[in-house]
Nanobody, 126 residues
Framework: EVQLVESGGGLVQAGGSLRLSCAAS????????IAWFRQAPGKEREGVSC????????YYADSVKGRFTISRDTAKDTVALQMDSLKPEDTAVYYC???????????????????WGQGTQVTVSS
């Protein structure tokens, strides 16, 4: 059974940092591109970042460039999203998703992703 589980969310003050982790089971994570999406109340789900299956391609939404970093830990079958200089507008439920051998820019298209985690809440206070 394919499963993605997010962890690391929480409450942080503006300017602080959080590190989200996406743990995969039931498939070989290195064959899949992993993306992070977020959804705030009343807003559409948006792609935040993605790392391709080869690890050579990454995508960042303009709103998080220079503040967020995505990385793989192959030994642990996880993908991390390091979030620094957090802003109140980063508040949302964050989801990780997987798609076989996808280009990183496909993070712009949430509907194309095959497997999803349950989400983890990130709240940034001002």
């Amino acid at each position: 059974e394919v499963q993605l589980v997010e962890s690391g969310g929480g409450l942080v003050q503006a300017g602080g940092s959080l590190r989200l982790s996406c743990a995969a089971s039931g498939f070989y994570i290195d064959d899949y591109s992993i993306a992070w999406f977020r959804q705030a109340p009343g807003k559409e789900r948006e792609g935040v970042s993605c790392i391709s299956s080869t690890g050579g391609g990454t995508y960042y939404a303009d709103s998080v460039k220079g503040r967020f970093t995505i990385s793989r830990d192959t030994a642990k079958d996880t993908v991390a999203l390091q979030m620094d200089s957090l802003k109140p507008e980063d508040t949302a439920v964050y989801y990780c998703a997987a798609k076989f051998s996808a280009a990183a820019w496909l993070a712009r298209e949430p509907n194309l992703w095959d497997y999803w985690g349950q989400g983890t809440q990130v709240t940034v206070s001002s």
